[in-house]
């Protein structure tokens, strides 16, 4: 896990930033070193569950959600005691730091192979992965950034409210990631993330259909829980492709971060062109076309790992 201290050295740099361009270099090296984890972390927890004997897969995902929520509590604090970026964002590098140094121990050591491919080949497959990866983080990217607008300006909500949406989301999210291992044993992994992509769907709609702060609440809790075995299901499959996990994991998160990326403006052009409400209707859509793709995810499932 080589790519962590990078990482961590990275997070300080937007900080120290001194204009446009420097916070521009600064934000890519992030986003390029965090990508070089997220790979490595992922490639670890199938390498655990490979060895484990038991699906865990998604349940490292909820302390994924759990640490972000961590994060964001952490950096409002900051906020709130007038802490500036640079001190705070030191603190988090060397907290972060010490954490790694004492985990990685007990880490599964992979060499990698030095014959595996760079790039995996872009099976049909494996490009459906990649979509439902899209749809999925696309969806999650909306909510991070048009939520507390939507309670705002459409559901009549004050300021103090609209950040309850995204908790709520961020919240059921991390839940719902702890008990989806369980539920995909039982169930399987196309029933639970087709289930959860049209649950997801559902309390969208719901929010924005009944356009009240109590309902948008509870409908982006819905959509939390939905959406929270989605995307680790997708990258899960990703690893049993019968390809080398690393590259596949890296097309299918590639295309997924994309959204998430894609999202927010996406959203912002028709919020534009028609209104937020109607703009957000696309990631309904989104979650339906991510319930059909499910198929894909499932596939080969008795081939994986099935619990003790």
């Given amino acids: 896990m080589a790519a962590a ?3 961590l050295g990275a997070v300080v740099l937007p900080a120290l930033a001194v204009d446009t361009a420097t916070l521009l270099l600064a934000v890519v090296v992030v986003g390029a070193a965090n990508g070089v984890l997220d790979i490595a972390m992922n490639a670890q927890g199938l390498a655990v569950e490979r060895a ?4 865990l897969f998604s349940s490292l995902h909820a302390a994924f959600s759990f640490g972000a929520l961590a994060g964001a509590g952490g950096a409002a604090a900051a906020a709130a005691a007038d802490i500036a970026p640079l001190p705070h964002l030191a603190a988090s590098a060397v907290v972060g730091a010490a954490l790694a140094a004492a985990l990685t121990p007990g880490l599964l050591r992979d060499r990698g192979d030095a014959d595996a491919p760079r790039f995996a080949r872009p099976s049909r497959r494996l490009a459906a992965l990649g979509v439902v990866a899209f749809c999925a983080l696309l969806a999650e990217g909306a909510v991070f950034d048009w939520s507390g607008v939507y309670f705002t300006t459409q559901a009549g909500a004050s300021a103090g409210l609209a950040p309850l949406g995204l908790a709520a989301f961020s919240l059921f999210m991390g839940v719902g990631r702890l008990g989806a291992d369980r539920t995909a044993a039982r169930i399987g992994s196309t029933l639970t993330a087709r289930t959860g992509a049209l649950l997801a769907a559902l309390g969208l709609g ?9 309902a948008a609440i509870a409908g982006f809790a819905l959509m939390g829980l939905g959406l929270s075995a989605v ?6 499959a990703s690893g049993f492709t019968g390809q080398p996990a690393a590259p596949s994991l890296a097309a299918v998160s590639t295309l997924g971060y994309g959204g998430f990326l894609a999202g927010p403006p996406v959203i912002g052009l028709l919020a534009e ?3 937020l409400r109607s703009a957000l209707a696309l990631v309904c859509f989104l979650c339906t076309v991510a319930a059909a793709l499910a198929t894909h995810i499932g596939r080969g499932e008795a081939d994986r790992v099935r619990p003790q």
Avoid at 52 to 55: E, I, K, L
């Fill in 5 to 7: 201290p990078l990482y």
């Fill in 273 to 275: 062109a028609t209104d």
């Fill in 206 to 214: 719901v929010a924005l259909a009944l356009a009240t702060p109590a």
């Fill in 52 to 55: 484990s004997g038991r699906r």
């Fill in 231 to 236: 995307f680790p299901l997708t990258l899960r």
